[in-house]
């Protein structure tokens, strides 16, 4: 157990919706970084923020918006959901934000099916 | 676009045997390079954060090695047993990235009792 929690596990939507996913860092981490991982691609870096400031961006999809709270949670907003939004959604936390020395905790993933 | 590849994409090895697999990242603007291994329901859990040319690091029968020059790293796993079936992913970090990590597609390496 890394101590990254993120909810749901598992999502079931249509096209065209919205879902919001949730995400909680281990606690003292202040970076929030989320991850997309699609059929036979790699993971993709999507977004990270850091004490509640966006620090990096990744190819993210303007339909795509995260924002990371004073408690330092971070939530994922995917609108106008396609077919090909459909992938496993990691959030991952480290201590800081700015350093390649440190490891990324991953949290258990949400599977977002989009039907 | 940054390009991390990771070979071979699949391994099949038997019980007690040793193997090892490469990442090739590019050589220019490194900063770091990280291993994780990710098992099936599980979420990828970090094995190395490697940053110096001719790094070597080691846990338990699990080690990696780094060349920056060349742009490779490799992993070694000695004696392989079943529990060390998973997918082993590498990170790249690049100056100039923001410190964020492209990922390869990992390697999948399966050993059979």
């Known amino acids: 157990d890394s101590g990254v929690t993120q909810t749901p596990k598992h999502l079931i939507t249509a096209t065209g919706q919205r879902v919001t996913l949730r995400c909680s860092p281990r606690s003292g981490d202040l970076s929030v970084y ?8 790699g ?46 959604y990691f959030c991952a936390s480290s201590v800081v934000g700015g350093s390649p020395y440190n490891e990324q905790f991953f949290g258990p993933g949400t599977r977002l099916t989009v039907l | 676009i940054l390009n991390v590849e990771q070979s071979p994409q699949s391994l099949h090895v038997q019980e007690g045997d040793s193997t090892n697999f490469t990442c090739s990242f590019p050589s220019s603007n490194f900063y770091a390079l990280h291993w994780y291994r990710w ?7 970090a094995l190395f954060v490697m940053t110096l040319n001719g790094d070597e690091k ?6 990696a090695t780094l060349n920056t020059k060349e742009g490779y790293s490799y992993l070694y796993i000695k004696g392989s047993q079943p529990e060390d079936s998973a997918t082993y992913l590498c990170a790249f970090m690049g100056g100039g990235s923001n410190y964020k990590l492209t990922f390869g597609k990992g390697t999948l390496l399966t050993v059979n009792p």
Request: no cysteine; net charge negative.
């Open chain 2, 39 to 45: 098992e099936t329901a599980k979420s990828p859990e």
């Open chain 1, 34 to 41: 989320w991850y997309q991982q699609s059929l036979d691609q």
């Open chain 1, 43 to 88: 993971l993709q870096f999507l977004i990270q923020y850091y004490n509640g400031e966006e620090r990096a961006k990744g190819n993210i999809l303007e339909r795509f918006s995260a924002q990371q709270f004073p408690d330092l949670h971070s939530e994922l907003n995917l609108s106008s959901l396609e077919l090909g939004d459909s992938a496993l």
């Open chain 2, 58 to 63: 080691k846990k338990g029968r699990i080690s």
